[in-house]
């Protein structure tokens, strides 16, 4: 590298630096670390930490299991050391939970598995089916139990907690040792997080944290943490849209290693759970576990940013919505383009697509003068995003 190329590198080095917030976060990696592109011997997870104060201990690099084919990359996953596994009710229509019972019924007291079910609060709803609906995802699973049952996808904590049916039914499932610890997922961590710190429903939660949407909600983290719930952090890899940005490829170190590295440099995150969609993806995150964010893993996070930061939708972001005209649900479209387009799960973002009540879609886009790109503050070019979206989402 020339001496000018050079400052410059270490000049951006620097306000990525501070952009992150992570200057105290930045560690060398110790003499003889594993190397990024693997071995001959499998990788092993080299860091468990307590999941809140629920007496478990969690892997740091865990399974996020949304788009898996085959149950024996699991089994794999457990073997390389993977301890704590993600499902839920509806992913890939109720053969997520099929899949995780194949993979895990052998070890299944080895392991710490979670599920998650919606809740529709514009229903009625009563303790019997969502006694129902755990009992059915136990039968998926193999299991008589689940260590967390959480609440899927909860924008705000109150009609949950105040719903006395589920309460009363998720109150009798873990005193018929069905249930052990109980949470909620959750995209808007602003004020779930806030919410979750008076209640004690929310023993676990699982929240959208990542390099580039999550320094805002760090402090709500910390508090939740300290307070004894556990923390487990989702959609880690900020879009995943590496395959597609210039420059992403190093021989250093791969971009969804320096990821999890950089979720894992918080050190009130005790776990995160990266889709295990194949054997490839078992080794490659698993190699991450137990590294500290060195400065090669920083710059390849730098290079991501600034590469996406006009590209990528913030899950998390609901800016540009008040000045659509026609109600469109920006950030659900483009989330669902960003599974079909980067997360190899396209026939998931398609149901999920055509679940969207019709008056939500990007229909009346073509006529519209394009307010929202105005509003977006990342400077996404939102319209044709979200036609492009409307059109792989319903081909
Ligand atoms: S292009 Fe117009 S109609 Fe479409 S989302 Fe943006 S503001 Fe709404
Ligand atoms: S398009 Fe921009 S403003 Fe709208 S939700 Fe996405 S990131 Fe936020």
Not at 99 to 121: A, M, S
Not at 295 to 318: D, E, G
Request: aromatic share 8%.
């Amino acid at each position: 590298m020339s001496r000018s190329n050079r400052r410059n590198f270490i000049a951006t080095l620097a306000s990525g630096v501070v952009g992150l917030g992570v200057a105290g976060r930045i560690k060398a990696e110790p003499a003889g670390a594993r190397s990024d592109q693997g071995g001959p011997s499998a990788p092993k997870i080299k860091k468990f930490n307590p999941l809140g104060k629920t007496g478990l201990k969690v892997s740091d690099v865990s399974c996020g299991a949304i788009s898996l084919f085959e149950s024996n990359v699991l089994r794999y996953a457990h073997e390389c050391g993977v301890n704590y596994f993600d499902t839920a009710e509806g992913y890939l229509r109720g053969k997520g939970e099929v899949y995780v019972g194949q993979g895990l019924k052998e070890v299944r007291d080895k392991v710490i598995i979670t599920t998650k079910h919606p809740y529709d609060f514009r229903q009625k709803i009563d303790r019997a089916s969502v006694i129902k609906r755990m009992e059915d995802s136990l039968k998926r699973l193999q299991s008589d139990y689940v260590d967390v049952a959480m609440a899927h996808g909860v924008g705000d904590l109150s009609p949950l907690l105040n719903n006395q049916e589920i309460m009363s039914a998720y109150d009798q499932l873990k005193k018929d040792g069905k249930v052990r610890f109980t949470g909620f997922s959750t995209h808007n961590a602003k004020l779930t997080l806030k919410q979750a710190l008076d209640t004690d429903f929310a023993q676990v939660v699982l929240v959208m944290y990542n390099h580039m949407e999550g320094k805002e909600i760090e402090p709500l983290i910390k508090a939740v943490r300290e307070k004894g719930i556990g923390t487990v952090a989702m959609k880690i890899f900020a879009g995943g849209m590496q395959g597609n940005l210039k420059s992403m490829v190093s021989p250093e170190v791969s971009y969804p290693q320096a990821a999890i590295r950089w979720v894992l440099s918080n050190p009130d995150v005790d776990t995160c759970i990266p889709t295990f969609s194949s054997y490839s993806h078992v080794e490659e995150y698993v190699a991450a576990s137990g590294r500290p964010l060195d400065r090669a893993a920083l710059a390849m996070i730098i290079r991501y940013r600034q590469q996406a930061h006009n590209l990528y939708c913030r899950v998390s972001c609901t800016e540009c919505l008040s000045s659509c005209p026609n109600n469109v649900a920006v950030n659900d479209v483009l989330r669902y383009a960003m599974y079909f387009e980067h997360y190899g799960m396209e026939k998931e973002a398609m149901a999920y697509y055509a679940e969207m009540e019709p008056g939500r879609k990007p229909l009346g886009c073509g006529d519209c003068s394009g307010h929202c790109e105005k509003a977006c503050p990342y400077g996404l070019k939102v319209k044709p995003r979200l036609l492009h979206s409307h059109d792989i989402l319903t081909a």
